[in-house]
């Protein structure tokens, strides 16, 4: 089992920058790849970024490309999400993921987007941007 609580949400203005925290506890984070999502008011829950278990591969939806970096310190079991250029649009519950069956990309060292391969989610962390 393990245990994800995400930090760093809060009211910014149009092109204002936060950065998300995770801290993970339980199971061994380090060989598990790790993904944010999130879910806006009366949308469904979408990808944002994943990052393979070391650091090195990283992946990103398009709306997000250029403005938010993932990363993470594994010897802290915390992986971060830099939100830059933020807009009205990224307003939203931001939840970090990752699950035990992530282990079939450690070899590979991938960062894996699909969601229903998440099974182990933080109760997430609310953006809130101004106009």
């Known amino acids: 089992q393990v245990q994800l609580v995400e930090s760093g949400g809060r009211l910014v203005q149009t092109g204002g920058s936060l950065r998300l925290s995770c801290a993970a506890s339980?199971?061994?984070?380090?060989?598990?790849?790790m993904g944010w999502f999130r879910q806006a008011p009366g949308k469904e829950r979408e990808f944002v970024a994943a990052?393979?278990?070391?650091?090195?591969?990283?992946n990103y939806a398009d709306s997000v490309k250029g403005r938010f970096t993932i990363s993470r310190d594994n010897a802290k079991s915390t992986v971060y999400l830099q939100m830059n250029s933020l807009k009205p649009e990224n307003t939203a519950v931001y939840s970090c993921?990752?699950?035990?069956?992530?282990?079939?990309?450690?070899?590979?060292?991938?960062?894996?987007?699909?969601?229903?391969?998440?099974?182990?989610w933080g109760r997430g962390t609310q953006v809130t941007v101004s106009s």
């Open positions: 990052i393979s278990w070391s650091g090195d591969n990283t």
């Open positions: 993921a990752t699950d035990e069956k992530l282990g079939k990309y450690y070899y590979n060292d991938e960062a894996p987007l699909v969601q229903t391969e998440f099974g182990y």
């Open positions: 339980g199971r061994a984070f380090s060989i598990y790849a």
